[in-house]
Every structure is written in structure tokens, then in C-alpha cells.
């Protein structure tokens, strides 16, 4: 295509696809699925925009395929672990992501998790398909009664662990947090900050919300996974990366751990089929910020960053770059 144009790797919101003409910009929209690798890379060819997900990877091959007319990627994700931002910033391409308009929708998923492993929604849910005789027994089936003063530790207090604590503490749990831009000893919100390794050793509940970085890499390896209350429970609705599933594996069979929520994995799309095997984990498919309205929102929020790069204006949410 000779005129630069937009390129959308993926199909977006109804609603979203529906403005994308109103644009006025020729357009090159990909499809539900993630585009294959050369697929992709021919399509972005000469784009000036291009709007993906976090199932594509950005580095420097697709920013030399598309070119010199890209001036902006916009994400519809908050998480940017898949953009090489150290390579857009080196080709002067603005990097935008989605967030704050996602927060809530996380938090309510990510509480939804934890309400389903700690009172075992999933597992009764598969139990009472099975067809098996059952009868109501003081034993059956018992979970954790989070109401009853159970501490939540959330690693990351940033918007949606901030989002995650409010449910948490209208649910009557106590919550605490750990967060290296907090000073350990701050009361925020009626959270208390505290050292990392003292939130694994109380929490009844750790649920993770840092961004993937080398940092954060594994974060929750074996020996984090040891420092957990034995009988505790682990959730994760950030990036799979950040925990070491197969020391997650042996937490959970060795029972250590009572049980852990994924919404994400290390080798995502593609799930462990350990983790599969194990009665105490709930697996999602990566939709926390799944919500109708948070969905338009994200995407949205990346036609609207593509729209002011184009006009020459700052983007609403430009991500900084190294
Ligand atoms: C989803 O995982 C996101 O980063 O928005």
C-alpha cells in the first residue's frame, strides 16, 4: 500500500471496529486471531500506526518492517512486556498502552478468583457434574472463610492492587501490601506496607500486581513459594512470567499450598498440562480486564492515542521510554 496507513492486528471491540473507517486513514485490520509472524510483518509494512495486542511482540524486525513512516504503537493491554521499548525509542516510535480504564474489571476478576479458590467454586462446579451421589455433610467441601479476619498480601500497589484491596477489605479481610515505592511501615488506604517476605509469611492470600520486568521475573520461585503460610493460596492475574510454575507445580502437590488462581502463564497461550492435572487451581485463559465496557474502553483508549501521534499531539497515554 503506498499511502501509510493504519495497521490493527487484531479484530477489536464491535463497537471500536465499527469508528475505525470514521478514521479516514487507510486501514489494514487483521483478524480475531493473532496474525501469523509474516503475515504480520508484511501488513505493518510502511504502516504509520499500528495498534496491537499483547500477543504480538514488538522488536526491532517489526519496527524495521514497518518502517520509517511508524510513528506510534499502541497497545490495547497495560502490561508492555511484549514491546521492546528500548527499540522503539531508538526509531523515535511513541509506545502507548490502556491504562487505568481496566482496573476495576481486573480487580472483580481477580477477586472472582480468589473467591473461587478459597471456597473451591471450580472444583464443586466439576464435582456436581460428575453426577455423583452426594448429600450435604458438615466436611463437604469446606473452604477458606475470607470474612473471618483471613489476611491479603498484594504484591504491587498500584492501581489495580489498590482496586483489589478495596474489595478486599469490604469483604472484611485485612490487607497488607508490599511495593518497593512505598516506605514499609505506611498506612495507605487502611493497607499496611510492609517487607516482602513479611507479607508471604502472613498472608493467608497473596495475590500478585507488578508488571513483568527482569525484576520481577520469577519473583515467586520456590523459595518464595516456601516463605507462604503452609495452607495458604496464591493468585495471579498479572503475567505468568512473574511466578515459576514449576515450583508452583510442587507447592500445590506437595500441598503446601492450599491452592493458587491463574489468569496468565509462562508459556502463554499455552497451559502446563501439570497445572491441568491438579484439583486445587483455577485456570483462566487470561481475561481479567474481560469486561464489555473495559474492553471498549481499551480500545478505544489505542485509537485515541494512534489519532493525536497522527495530529502531531502528545499521546493520552504514552508509555516512558528507557
Ligand atoms: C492484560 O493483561 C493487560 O495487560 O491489559
Same mark, same amino acid.
Given at each position: 500500500m503506498s499511502l501509510p496507513h493504519l495497521y490493527v492486528a487484531r479484530t477489536l471491540t464491535p463497537s471500536v471496529m465499527g469508528e475505525l473507517t470514521d478514521l479516514g486513514l487507510p486501514l489494514i485490520v487483521g483478524e480475531e486471531a493473532p496474525p501469523a509472524r509474516e503475515r504480520l510483518l508484511a501488513d505493518v509494512a510502511g504502516a504509520s500506526a499500528a495498534i496491537v495486542t499483547l500477543t504480538e511482540r514488538v522488536d526491532a524486525e517489526f519496527l524495521d518492517a514497518a518502517g520509517p513512516a511508524l510513528k506510534v504503537v499502541a497497545n490495547v493491554a497495560v502490561g508492555y512486556d511484549n514491546i521492546d521499548l528500548a527499540a522503539a525509542a531508538a526509531r523515535g516510535v511513541v509506545v502507548c498502552n490502556t491504562p487505568g480504564v481496566l482496573d476495576e474489571a481486573t480487580a472483580d476478576h481477580t477477586f472472582a478468583m480468589l473467591l473461587a479458590i478459597t471456597r473451591r467454586v471450580v472444583e464443586a462446579d466439576r464435582f456436581a457434574r460428575t453426577g455423583r451421589p452426594?448429600?450435604?455433610?458438615? !466436611?463437604?467441601? &469446606?473452604?477458606? $472463610? %475470607?470474612?473471618? /479476619?483471613?489476611?491479603? /498480601?498484594?504484591?504491587?500497589?498500584?492501581?489495580?492492587?489498590? #482496586?483489589?484491596?478495596?474489595?478486599?477489605? #469490604?469483604?472484611?479481610?485485612?490487607?497488607? *501490601?508490599? $511495593?518497593?515505592?512505598?516506605? %514499609? /511501615?505506611?498506612? &495507605? !488506604?487502611? &493497607?499496611?506496607?510492609?517487607?516482602? $517476605? *513479611?507479607? @508471604?509469611?502472613?498472608?493467608?492470600?497473596?495475590?500478585?500486581? &507488578?508488571?513483568? @520486568?527482569?525484576?520481577?521475573?520469577?519473583?515467586?520461585?520456590? #523459595?518464595? @513459594?516456601?516463605?507462604?503460610?503452609?495452607?495458604?493460596?496464591?493468585? !495471579?492475574? #498479572?503475567?505468568?512470567?512473574?511466578? $515459576?510454575?514449576?515450583a508452583l507445580i510442587d507447592a500445590l502437590r506437595s500441598g503446601h499450598l492450599a491452592g493458587a488462581a491463574l489468569d496468565t502463564f509462562e508459556g502463554e497461550p499455552a497451559i502446563n498440562p501439570e497445572l491441568t492435572t491438579l484439583e486445587n487451581i483455577v485456570l483462566q485463559p487470561h481475561i481479567a480486564s474481560a469486561g464489555d465496557r473495559t474492553r471498549d474502553n481499551m480500545c478505544r483508549l489505542a485509537v485515541r492515542n494512534v489519532t493525536r501521534v497522527l495530529a502531531g499531539e502528545p499521546a493520552e497515554t504514552p508509555v516512558p521510554l528507557p
Open positions: 452426594w448429600i450435604w455433610g458438615p !466436611n463437604m467441601l &469446606v473452604g477458606l $472463610d %475470607i470474612s473471618a /479476619g483471613a489476611t491479603l /498480601g498484594i504484591v504491587g500497589f498500584g492501581r489495580i492492587g489498590r #482496586a483489589v484491596a478495596r474489595r478486599a477489605q #469490604a469483604f472484611g479481610m485485612r490487607v497488607t *501490601t508490599s $511495593d518497593p515505592g512505598l516506605r %514499609i /511501615g505506611a498506612s &495507605v !488506604n487502611g &493497607v499496611e506496607v510492609i517487607e516482602a $517476605d *513479611t507479607l @508471604l509469611e502472613t498472608s493467608e492470600v497473596v495475590s500478585l500486581h &507488578v508488571p513483568l @520486568l527482569p525484576s520481577t521475573r520469577h519473583l515467586i520461585d520456590a #523459595a518464595a @513459594l516456601s516463605r507462604m503460610k503452609p495452607g495458604s493460596y496464591l493468585v !495471579n492475574a #498479572a503475567r505468568g512470567g512473574v511466578v $515459576d510454575e514449576t
